[in-house]
Nanobody, 113 residues
Framework: VQLVESGGGSVQAGGSLRLSCAASGTLFTFGVMGWYRQAPGKQRELVAS???????NYADSVKGRFTVSRDIAKNTVYLQMNSLKPEDTAVYYC????????WGQGTQVTVSS
């Protein structure tokens, strides 16, 4: 199973980015898919997640700015990030949880002031 991320990059504060993560090599539908991030010198933290039924969970720091969604048929999860702030700068990792937990390779998001 591979989680392939795309959509990271550099943007100015107030801008937007959309991350995508596609799971390949499996027909299994993960119970939970989502995104974590890790800034330099900090621990990896949950950004947002979505379960099969569609319920979502967000870190307080991104509520109202980020939206997580998934396409179950495509085994893909998305993260729409709006009103980006410099403190959102981090490596963002896709996560998929089933009997086994999988991680993507990470994609850099850099927000400049």
């Amino acid at each position: 199973v591979q989680l392939v991320e795309s959509g990271g990059g550099s943007v100015q504060a107030g801008g937007s980015l959309r991350l995508s993560c596609a799971a390949s090599g499996t027909l299994f539908t993960f119970g939970v898919m989502g995104w974590y991030r890790q800034a330099p010198g900090k621990q990896r933290e949950l950004v947002a997640s979505v379960i099969i039924g569609g319920s979502t969970n967000y870190a307080d720091s991104v509520k109202g700015r980020f939206t997580v969604s998934r396409d179950i048929a495509k085994n893909t999860v998305y993260l729409q990030m709006n009103s980006l702030k410099p403190e959102d700068t981090a490596v963002y990792y896709c996560n998929a949880r089933g009997p086994i937990t999988y991680w993507g390779q990470g994609t850099q998001v850099t927000v400049s002031s």
